[in-house]
């Protein structure tokens, strides 16, 4: 079956312009979470949502950073007045089950800005 | 604060041998752990996961040991093979909180 896909796969953008980074997670997993990975670092937590509750945004860097899912589909991650160091990787995972799943990685976008 | 460390970034090790991978976590909280295999360009994928209750899973090639009066749990790859070579992160997760360490790069040499 399908998995996580996300896009695009790469984007390079000018400073101080907004990106919108997409996910598409595996069809009925209720959990989404968006994570980060700098050069050289591990995986942050940004943000997850789970079913129809409201999503926790604790891990958000700053408030140039937001996210949105319709329903248990589609998501979408909006990075406003891009930073150079808002260049990372940017993951997306899918889970049937909030933390107890295994999460389904997609290979992630890579964000360039310069 | 980095509640879950991996602390050392890499580690080579020859074809047949044994691979260790090191995780260390600071909240007691935790009662939940994952190990992820992230090839370059890939996503992560699950490997294995152990609970709280338990001390050790092991599947095939790989067994995973928790330590929790140590905070401390492991990766065991037996026998390594060259397609082991990747990057290793471990998770952990108790409550709401979800946290993943820094990765260790595991190279496996022929």
């Known amino acids: 079956g399908a998995g996580v896909s996300q896009s695009p796969s790469n984007k390079v953008t000018e400073k101080g312009k907004d990106v919108e980074l997409r996910c598409d997670p595996i069809?009925?997993?209720?959990?989404l979470y968006w994570y980060r990975q700098r050069l050289g670092q591990g995986l942050e937590f940004l943000i997850y949502f789970q079913g129809n509750s409201a999503p926790d945004k604790s891990g958000l860097p700053s408030d140039r950073f937001s996210a949105e899912r319709t329903g248990e589909s589609v998501s979408t991650l909006t990075i406003q007045r891009t930073q150079q160091e808002d260049s990372a990787v940017y993951l997306c995972?899918?889970?049937?089950?909030?933390?107890?799943?295994?999460?389904?990685f997609g290979p992630g976008t890579r964000l360039l800005v310069l | 604060d980095q509640q879950v460390k991996q602390n050392s970034p890499s580690l080579s090790v020859q074809e047949g041998r044994i691979s260790i991978l090191n995780c260390d976590y600071t909240n007691s909280m935790f009662d939940y752990f994952l190990w992820y295999k992230k090839y370059p360009a890939e996503g992560p994928t699950f490997l294995i996961s152990?609970?709280?209750?338990?001390d050790k899973n092991e599947d095939g090639r790989f067994t995973v040991f928790l330590n929790k009066s140590a905070k401390h749990l492991s990766l065991h790859i037996v026998p390594s093979q060259p397609g082991d070579s990747a990057v290793y992160f471990c998770a952990a997760s108790g409550g709401n909180q979800f946290y993943f360490g820094t990765g260790t790069s595991l190279t496996v040499i022929p």
């Open positions: 069809s009925g997993h209720t959990a």
């Open positions: 995972a899918s889970s049937l089950v909030w933390a107890r799943g295994t999460q389904y």
């Open positions: 152990i609970s709280s209750i338990k």
